[in-house]
């Protein structure tokens, strides 16, 4: 979970932006992956990521001409358009499309559908906040009764809480939300980093 994890199909899209990149080093600005073929029109929202007063970008968008076949796309950009985080689903294997059939709700208008409430369900906080792992516990627990899950060790893990460092937490996939964490790159570029997700 720590790696960004993009499917092939929007993989192939971003790889246009890295062929721009300059070292690792700088920060780069890319264009935002909704720009290519999208199905449905993209849900941005402003928050506060990598600072409380910050200008970033939350944007949901959807790549691929046919919604039913599209790739959703989770990105957060800083004003400048620098890229800090991107997680991709495949929107077939969303809860989107669920009763379209005897609906008879086009696959364009649910797939949005999910994208907003996707976007107004993403909150902004702290490591400070995520569940405690207690001593002797096979993972991170909380009273909401939800599965938490990390690939970080517990003393990791702690440390990250400890350390309250900017999260963001969003939907993805089938009720599941995962969380991230920033970091400033030490003179680098900047990223986020899955910390845990909640499953239902």
């Known amino acids: 979970m720590k790696a960004i994890r993009l499917v092939s199909a929007v993989a192939l899209m971003l790889a246009a932006c890295e062929e721009k990149a300059t070292p690792a080093t700088d920060a780069v600005a890319v264009p935002a992956a909704s720009d290519i073929a999208p199905c449905t029109e993209p849900v941005r929202k402003d928050v506060g990521f990598i600072a409380p007063n910050a200008k970033d970008v939350f944007e949901i968008s959807a790549a691929g001409a046919d919604c039913m076949q599209a790739s959703v796309l989770t990105t957060v950009r800083t004003a400048s358009g620098v890229l800090v985080w991107s997680h991709a689903d495949l929107a077939s294997q969303t809860m989107a499309f669920a009763g379209i059939e005897q609906s008879g709700e086009k696959p364009d208008h649910a797939l949005h559908a999910l994208m907003e409430a996707w976007a107004g ?80």
């Open 121 to 200: 369900e993403m909150s902004v906080g702290t490591s400070a906040d995520a569940p405690d792992w207690p001593e002797g516990a096979a993972r991170p627990e909380g009273p909401t009764g939800l599965g938490y899950f990390t690939d970080f060790t517990r003393e990791d893990y702690l440390a990250i809480r400890k350390e309250g460092r900017r999260m963001l937490c969003h939907p993805a996939f089938m009720n599941r939300t995962q969380c991230v964490v920033y970091y400033d790159g030490n003179g680098a570029a900047p990223y986020a980093t899955e910390y845990f997700d909640m499953r239902s």
